[in-house]
């Protein structure tokens, strides 16, 4: 973190693109805000978009503007994110979940400063400086064909890893202070001490949310103690060993076991003259790599999307079509 945070002041001098690598939680769009505020553009905007909460259109139209009538809904001009951080800072969070057409406008904006709103043909000059975040291995998304080396490039500058928390436990303490601090504040509440067996807890936690879930579980612990300690009762079976999390990885999957047996199952299923046995076999794999990829993103439909390598719309077609798009599908 100490090389964080030196990478942190030096690239802020300059106007150079920095690339935020880390896992979700890790705390990028802190340092992201950190970069603009000890730049010489600390004084104008610093605005945030998060690209992997919108479709492909929604994102263009977020990014770089409409003109009226431009597509059905847009009634008035609107100006884009880009325009709204000129002399400022753009974050970008989630960069790995834009669609290759989207990166190629990325591309020339971040090499010519300049772009035309959705339906109009005036071209617009901003000054603006571009921070990313991927909380994927970028490199491996150009390799894999899903992102732009050119723009990968482009954007990594000055990349910065954030390490995951549990690969710097030392701070967890100071973490704890630090959130104790800010929600006491929030709650007009009094919690000053912690359990010696609820901070062994925590420091031996796995971590998968990172920052964000130990924040979290501050949060909850000040809100929900009925005296000036924090207690073991406070915290969730998972902190406490109790239940084992969810991880926000992708579990291990065993494929080659998988298809034999999902193989074996239409199999036994098939009638005598079944001529469509082969997209049988191939949905089941594909319906169960779904179930699994949604179960490892806690079903958030973006991130399992995402993963998966496809958009929100195809996911959604799948769901439909799988029967997993009720909250009391079968898995």
């Given at each position: 973190m100490q090389r964080v945070y030196q990478l942190t002041r030096?690239?802020?001098?300059?106007?150079?693109?920095?690339?935020?690598l880390g896992e979700t939680g890790t705390g990028k769009?802190?340092?992201?805000?950190?970069?603009?505020?000890?730049?010489?553009?600390?004084?104008?905007?610093?605005?945030?978009?998060?690209?992997?909460a919108l479709s492909e259109s929604l994102l263009e139209s977020e990014l770089f503007g409409?003109?009226?009538?431009?597509?059905?809904?847009?009634?008035?001009?609107?100006?884009?994110?880009?325009?709204?951080?000129?002399?400022?800072?753009?974050?970008?969070?989630?960069?790995?979940?834009?669609?290759p057409k989207l990166q190629v406008k990325l591309l020339r904006v971040l090499q010519e400063r300049e772009f035309e709103r959705v339906g109009d043909t005036q071209t617009i000059r901003v000054d603006t400086r571009v921070i990313a975040a991927s909380?994927?291995?970028?490199?491996?998304?150009v390799e894999a064909d899903r992102f732009r080396e050119d723009l990968y490039y482009r954007l990594n500058v000055v990349p910065i890893h954030l390490p995951p928390l549990r690969e710097r436990r030392e701070d967890i303490s100071?973490?704890?202070?630090?959130?104790?601090?800010?929600?006491?504040?929030k709650n007009d509440?009094?919690?000053?001490?912690?359990?010696?067996?609820?901070?062994?807890?925590?420091?031996?936690?796995?971590?998968?949310?990172?920052?964000?879930?130990?924040?979290?579980?501050?949060?909850?612990?000040?809100?929900?103690?009925?005296?000036?300690?924090?207690?073991?009762?406070?915290?969730?079976?998972?902190?406490l060993g109790q239940r084992r999390p969810r991880s926000s990885r992708l579990r291990e999957v065993d494929l080659e076991t998988l298809s034999f047996e999902l193989v074996q199952q239409a199999l036994s299923t098939a009638g005598p003259q079944e001529d469509s046995l082969y997209t049988k076999v191939v949905n089941k794999i594909e319906r169960e790599l779904i179930v699994q990829v949604l179960a490892?993103?806690?079903?958030?439909?973006?991130?399992?999307a995402a993963r998966l390598g496809i958009n929100r719309n195809t996911l959604h077609k799948k769901l439909k079509e799988y029967g997993l798009d009720s909250a009391d599908a079968p898995s």
């Open positions: 030096q690239v802020a001098k300059s106007n150079a693109s920095v690339l935020l769009e802190l340092i992201a805000e950190a970069v603009h505020r000890l730049s010489p553009r600390g004084s104008g905007p610093f605005v945030r978009v998060n690209c992997g409409h003109v009226r009538g431009a597509f059905t809904g847009a009634i008035e001009n609107r100006t884009g994110r880009f325009e709204a951080a000129h002399t400022g800072t753009l974050f970008l969070d989630e960069i790995n979940s834009t669609t909380n994927r291995d970028l490199l491996e998304e100071e973490l704890i202070g630090h959130f104790l601090n800010i929600y006491n504040e509440s009094y919690v000053v001490h912690i359990e010696k067996k609820a901070l062994e807890a925590l420091q031996d936690y796995h971590w998968p949310g990172n920052v964000r879930e130990l924040q979290n579980y501050i949060e909850r612990s000040v809100v929900m103690a009925p005296g000036d300690e924090l207690t073991c009762d406070l915290l969730p079976d998972t902190v490892s993103c806690d079903d958030v439909q973006i991130k399992a």
